[in-house]
């Protein structure tokens, strides 16, 4: 049964790997002015065009279906992502200059703890993807699938039943948290006599790319506003 959990994963992750022909894209930021407002240790956010990322848009409720981290390094080098055929991988800028982005910035980490996170996404790089938890990305496209009635059932059983398992954003969850810096926690109330908050880290595993924008812990950057902006220069017509 695992065997052919990790066939199915790897067809399944084929599948979900094609892009679509409905993405529209708005505003997007070009290359270059990405490159020259990124830090190492930003979390760079995508809207992306394939049908994974319909997937993940729908499970999560939000725009944003990829996140990628910023190492500063060579130019088409600059990202480390995780994907789901290739694994955890070294990518470019230029893979993202048709789609959507948004930059997340952690504030108050100090350099050499930034260094640290990097130093995990690249011990990171070459990681695999658990495949089983692709089927049930898939479930969410195919909520009725071409497979005879009787075959449903089994079909459903492969998956591991937690589709956001597959998500990108597990190992830069587990990046920031090796440095303990927070990113979404769970809030419980104190009690009474202390009147105040406890914050408690989720796994790793519960993250999803669009909880980087939710932070209250990560800044939202936008390069178009970084060199200044005045709406009165832009070539507008009426």
Known sequence: MAQLSRVSGKRMARFLQKQTRFYQPFGVIPTRALRATLRPGDVLLVEGDRRISAAIKYLTHST????????????????IEADLEAGV??????AYAHLNTRICRPVG???DQIEEVIDYMQSAVGRQYDLKNVIDLVRYL??????PHRFRRRMLALGSGDPTRAICSTVI???FHSVHYPILPDIEMGS???QGEILHIRHSSLFTPRDFDLSPYFDVIKPTLEDGFDFRKLPLEE
Do not use: N, Q
């Open 142 to 147: 195919l909520p009725r699938p071409p497979v």
């Open 109 to 111: 980490l100090g350099h």
């Open 192 to 194: 009474a006599d202390s």
């Open 89 to 94: 991988r070294i990518a470019g800028l230029a």
């Open 173 to 175: 969850a587990e990046a």
């Open 64 to 79: 944003w279906s990829h996140a990628a981290f910023y190492s500063g390094g060579p130019p088409g080098g600059e990202l």
